[in-house]
């Protein structure tokens, strides 16, 4: 059964560094998020991605924060400037159809020291 | 503003008995609801969804807009049941997709 992939599993950096967080989606879907879990709380939607453009973002979504599918098949989430409270578990998924059911990665634990 | 409201943080059941997770919602329009179980070290993955009205693993959920909710129910646990369940809500018109969920429910279900 086809599966949304995410590396890596666990990163962690330091302050203020870069963070490049990967996604591969099931081949034929067309719709792309990216959701996160800061420890304790709930899953927060960050972005949505159709058409190779952002079709919504959340304000947790800022300047720091940009997506891409650079290849047609990878989907990347950047955090340009990791700050303390960007530590976090970070979920991928993907949709055949803007209706259709959400499939989540395992997820990415980002944490920021 | 839409928001998923899950009021207990954990719910503890002995196998065979009734269970029912609590989910209510706060939206103007017509959203669809849905239910997710993240079970140990296994991804988050659909259990039900409103409109599809079916009973996955013995669970179902009724879609109540006069009380806005949408309980998760089951009338007999199992020990496999055991696992992290989110509501969620996404908008009706205008849907660009996006999940609001609630702050999820660990049910534990003891032998």
């Known amino acids: 059964e086809p599966e949304v992939t995410q590396t890596p599993s666990h990163q962690v950096t330091q302050m203020g560094q870069e963070v490049i967080l990967r996604c591969v989606p099931i081949?034929?879907?067309?719709?792309f998020y990216w959701y996160r879990q800061i420890l304790g709380q709930k899953v927060e939607f960050l972005v949505s991605?159709?058409?190779?453009?952002?079709?919504?973002k959340s304000e947790i979504f800022d300047d720091q924060f940009s997506v891409e599918r650079p290849d047609g098949s990878n989907f990347t989430l950047k955090i340009r400037s990791t700050k303390l409270e960007d530590s976090a578990m970070y979920f991928c998924?993907?949709?055949?159809?803007?209706?259709?059911?959400?499939?989540f990665g395992e997820g990415s634990r980002l944490t920021v020291l | 503003a839409q928001r998923v409201t899950q009021p207990e943080k954990l719910l503890s059941v002995f196998k065979g008995a009734p269970v029912e997770l609590k989910c209510n919602y706060s939206?103007?329009?017509?959203?669809?609801l849905f239910w997710y179980v993240q079970y140990s070290r296994q991804r988050l993955q659909l259990l039900l969804r409103?409109?599809s009205r079916e009973s996955i693993k013995g669970f179902t959920a009724d879609l109540n807009k006069g009380e806005t909710s949408f309980h998760l129910k089951k009338p007999f646990a199992q020990e496999e049941d055991s696992a992290m369940y989110y509501c969620?809500?996404?908008?009706?018109?205008?849907?660009?997709?996006?999940?609001?969920f609630g702050q999820g429910t660990t049910l534990q279900v003891k032998p």
């Open positions: 998924a993907s949709s055949a159809d803007i209706k259709g059911e959400l499939f």
């Open positions: 991605f159709y058409n190779n453009e952002i079709s919504e």
């Open positions: 969620a809500l996404t908008r009706g018109a205008g849907n660009t997709g996006k999940l609001i």
């Open positions: 409103h409109i």
């Open positions: 081949s034929n879907h067309l719709y």
């Open positions: 939206y103007s329009g017509s959203p669809e």
